[in-house]
Structure formats: C-alpha cells, structure tokens
C-alpha cells in the first residue's frame, strides 16, 4: 500500500514542481524583458538629453563669442575716447598760460577722468553679467526640460 501511495503522490508533485518552475521561468522571463525594455527608453533618453546638452553648450559658446567679441569692440572704443580726452586735457594743461590754469584744468581732468572710469566700469560689468545671463539661458532651459521629464521617471 505504501508503494502505491507513493506512485501516486510523486507524480503530482512532480507535476506541480514542473508547473511552480516554467510560471516562474515566464514570470523571469517577462520580468527581464520588461527591464530590457526600461534601460532601452533609458538609454535613449539620455542619448537625447545628451544631445540637447550638447547643442546647449554650442549655443551658449556662440553666445558667449559673439557678445564678448561685442563687449570687447566697445571697450575699445571707450578706450581710444578716454585717451583722446586724455590727449587734449595734457594739450589743455600744456598750452595754459598760468599756474592758476594749470591747476583747474589738472582737477577738471582728474575729475572728468574718474567719472568716466566709474561710468565706464558699470557699463561694462552690467555689460558682462547681461552676457553671463544670456550664454546661461539655452544651457538653463536644457537643464529645466530635462528635469521636468526626469519627474515623470518610475522612482527606483
């Protein structure tokens, strides 16, 4: 009696040992596939993001050339201004007849000479952070859609 019980009994649970393996093969398998698929889209976003990023960073270079060649021209021109005044201010303080002269016109160009630098400077940093703020821009709206399509990534 034992041995036909046993016949009996084995055969079930060989069975049900053989279904247990292939639900859990097929629930591997589709697990695996599902992985497959996920670090796909990922690696294709991030190919994307990578290229975004990259053309970014080509805009903010053509940015950055242009408005510091610009900024560059202009502080060239204030320079060959300033010299110029500077020039006739020593002209000024060289053809002056008296001492009296002499110092007005030292003072008047120390004083002319100080208000354009203070002028000039702030010009020019204002000039520079406007630069900064436009060689940032096209990087900044890279980063803030890629942050936003991050928020939607499963969490891991």
Excluded: C
């Excluded at 406007?130 to 928020?151: Q, Y």
Aim: proline letters at 2%; hydrophobic letters at 45%; zero cysteines.
């Amino acid at each position: 009696m034992s041995s036909t019980v046993q016949s009996t009994v084995e055969p079930a649970g060989f069975n049900r040992a053989v279904a247990d393996i292939k639900q859990n093969a097929e629930a591997t398998t589709a697990a695996q596939s599902q992985a497959s698929e996920q670090a796909w889209k990922t690696g294709k976003e991030f190919t994307v993001f990578s290229q975004g990023m990259f053309e970014a960073y080509g805009q903010a270079g053509q940015i950055y050339a242009q408005g510091s060649q610009d900024l560059f021209r202009q502080m060239a021109e204030s320079s060959r201004t300033a010299f110029a005044e500077a020039l006739n201010g020593f002209r000024a303080f060289v053809t002056a007849k008296t001492v009296k002269d002499r110092i007005e016109l030292q003072a008047n160009f120390a004083r002319t000479t100080a208000i354009h630098a203070v002028a000039e400077s702030s010009r020019f940093a204002h000039a520079g952070i406007e630069l900064a703020e436009k060689v940032a821009t096209p990087i900044t709206a890279k980063t803030i859609a890629a942050a936003e399509s991050l928020a939607g990534f499963p969490k891991i």
